[in-house]
């Protein structure tokens, strides 16, 4: 890797003499100075080429520089074992995400069979409260006409031919 720091003290030496550079050069032409320099115009390009990293921003205003030395100078063993532990995290990352589909796949199906459980038993309680109104209607009809027949029966006592004779017929 490239040492940074002897790199950014001699950048930074650069930049504070070149104004007093500048001052002490003979003045160009009113037509040069309004054209822009080669470095000006590449300082532009490469401004507008460099994606915005919000990462790379704060690590640089953290003070880190991190710059990648060309693959020619680096170790060859230390690249394969960086591409190997590259390749082992990616099948690591490649099996967490097929487990997560899976455990997906298995939460959405109990969740649809939890759903039908719940739809199932939902009719059966409206089932339930049919019956349980259906046997209290017969329950409420059984016991009018059991009061119908006992007041006939009652009549009849009494003497009461004509509705003794209307009632002859059996409760049920």
Do not use: F
């Not at 059991?146 to 003497?159: K, L, Q, Y």
């Amino acid at each position: 890797m490239t040492p940074v720091r002897p790199l950014l003290a001699a950048l930074t030496v650069a930049l504070m003499v070149t104004p007093a550079l500048a001052q002490t050069a003979a003045k160009p032409a009113k037509a040069a100075a309004q054209t822009p320099s080669a470095a000006q115009i590449q300082a532009q390009a490469q401004a507008q080429a460099a994606p915005h990293d919000p990462v790379a921003d704060l690590l640089r205003s953290q003070g880190e520089r991190y710059h990648r030395a060309p693959d020619s100078a680096q170790d060859p063993d230390e690249l394969r074992r960086t591409q190997a532990l590259n390749d082992e995290i990616v099948a690591q990352n490649d099996l967490a995400e097929n487990e997560d589909r899976a455990n997906a796949a298995a939460h959405a199906k109990a969740q649809a069979q939890y759903q039908a459980e719940l739809e199932t038993a939902e009719i059966e309680r409206q089932r339930h409260e049919a019956d349980l109104r259906t046997a209290a209607q017969a329950q409420a009809d059984y016991e009018r006409r059991m009061a119908e027949w006992r007041d006939t029966v009652a009549a009849c006592g009494r003497g009461d031919r004509a509705r003794c004779e209307a009632g002859r017929q059996s409760p049920n």
